[in-house]
């Protein structure tokens, strides 16, 4: 992997002609503080480009997660600047970052986080009911057509398969057209076949539909679906991939501690 400076601030050459969804600038992230504080970013520079599928990866503790937390406005950054397409999100107020995770971003995570007691249809509309807007019909009939729903669409979460809950919180993610989808490790409870599923149809919704969407995982399969691969290791950028393959991806994975 090359070294130095060129590496914290991968993405940034790229997206120089395409708007990015999504910008971090010298991002830091401490917690704990005197000797027990813990770097987990440090100085992280990286833009997403809109309508790009981006997978970030590194080994366990690199700061993958921590950066997404932070990017999508979950968790405050201790130095550096965050910004949601024009909006800058560092100084924003609590309610003011809610409303925007609310109108602006869709989260795909392991754990499904579906309502038990509503059916597929409810929790795929939850994030707009809340904000008290109307569903657009005939967005919501292309992506409940996109992820295969149609006849699940009265069923609660209980009824449905592992795979068909996570095809679920991919269509609520989808349903409010977020600028950017953030999705952490979201085959990371399921098996091959509906792994491929869900990774397909987080594909497809960039193809098809111009989405923007941010994958955290450390299997370089589910990582070979993307565009390209930022890979962290020891909380700052570490080098990056272009149209990766499962196994490009684990070579760069052995060389990260070179």
């Not at 590496?7 to 940034?12: A, I, P």
């Not at 909006?87 to 925007?100: D, K, S, V, Y």
């Not at 349903?175 to 399921?190: H, M, Q």
């Amino acid at each position: 992997m090359p070294g130095g400076k060129r590496e914290r601030t991968f993405g940034l050459m790229i997206a120089t002609a395409i708007a990015a969804a999504a910008r971090a600038r010298e991002v830091t992230k401490v917690y704990g503080q005197g000797q027990a504080a813990v770097t987990a970013l440090d100085r992280v520079s990286l833009d997403i480009p809109a309508g790009s599928f981006t997978a970030v990866m590194g080994p366990s503790g690199s700061g993958k997660s921590t950066l997404m937390h932070c990017m999508a406005g979950l968790d405050p950054v201790t130095s550096g600047r965050l910004w949601i397409g024009e909006t800058e999100i560092g100084e924003m107020r609590e309610r003011q970052l809610t409303r925007l995770r609310r109108d602006r971003i869709g989260f795909v995570f392991q754990a499904y986080n579906l309502l038990p007691v509503l059916s597929a249809a409810a929790n795929i509309t939850l994030p707009l009911d809340i904000a008290g807007r109307r569903a657009d019909p005939e967005w919501l009939a292309t992506i409940i057509a996109a992820v295969g729903l149609s006849d699940r669409l009265r069923h609660r979460p209980s009824e449905l398969s592992g795979g068909q809950q996570q095809r679920v919180a991919v269509a609520r993610a989808l349903a409010t057209r977020p600028d950017i989808v953030f999705a952490d490790e979201p085959t990371g409870n399921l098996d091959s076949k509906a792994s491929a599923q869900v990774l397909s149809l987080l594909r497809g919704s960039v193809r098809e539909f111009g989405q923007t969407v941010v994958l955290v995982t450390h299997d370089p399969v589910a990582a070979s679906y993307a565009e390209r691969v930022v890979f962290l290791a020891d909380g700052r950028i570490a080098g990056g991939l272009d149209q990766p393959s499962p196994e490009s991806v684990l070579d760069a994975m052995k060389n990260l501690g070179e």
